[in-house]
């Protein structure tokens, strides 16, 4: 079956959409020892990809679909390698599958014999002679859209993120991160530590418990990084802002970051604005 990739059926859309997620759980099976069970990286993958696949927010629905069919079950779900656990599907960027190998070689086969997109004969005459131009057509594609372009619509990394606070509303540079609730505790806790110096170590037994504001007692049964998870602060965003961190105690790194530092502590800075991306598309639609 060959999918005419510019006028495909809604049916068609879906199994080419499973298609691209098989093929990013086959390349990780092949590099997973016996028995262990697989993780994926859906930003990864969808960062990384140069073809056609489904939109960021329909990957997990693809991926429950297939452990429907048995190819694999779903053990565990992060929303950034190994942070914390989470069961929110749809903030979820990390799966750790355990794999029905013959099932899923099964689907695997099915679609690669039905659903692998066929490029026309023609297209592959004068590859050589076509190979810059290819090169660069892919490079453009695979640019993450952003605000930060050049005149020529590439992407250029900014020189720096800083956070601020409009109107209760968390930005970082012109993306919308978060709202919190007019009244709430994740707010008045990242206030305050906000207001200590750069790179001051945070600890609970050092929280405010003041009888006019006892911001100890109101977080005592939430997690420094479950606090965080919930003002926005996930994946790369939440390694940046705290390089350190854990339920007791955290490092904030201050309200501006150069691109300097993140790339010294080996942050991956175009997953990151990526991370703001589907904030700002979440919170900010227009």
Known sequence: MIINIENMTIEEEFHQDVWWVLRVIKKELLSTPKEEEVKINIFDAYKDRHEIGPAYKDIWKRIRKIEEWGAFKIVAMYNHPYDEMIYDWENATVFLLA????????IYLKYTKDFCPKEPKEKHKNINANKKEVSQKDKKDSTIKSPYKNTEGLFVLPKSFELKIQDRQIWINNYFLSKPHAVGKNFE????????????KIKRSELPNAADWDLKNQISNKGFIKILNGLGFKGELLKAYFPKRGINELVYRGDKITQKELKKDGINIPVLIKELELANEKNNPE
Request: no cysteine; glycine share 0%; proline share 5%.
């Open 99 to 106: 794999i029905n190998q013959s099932v899923f070689d099964k």
């Open 189 to 200: 806790f990242l206030e305050h530590i906000r207001s200590k110096p750069k790179n001051t």
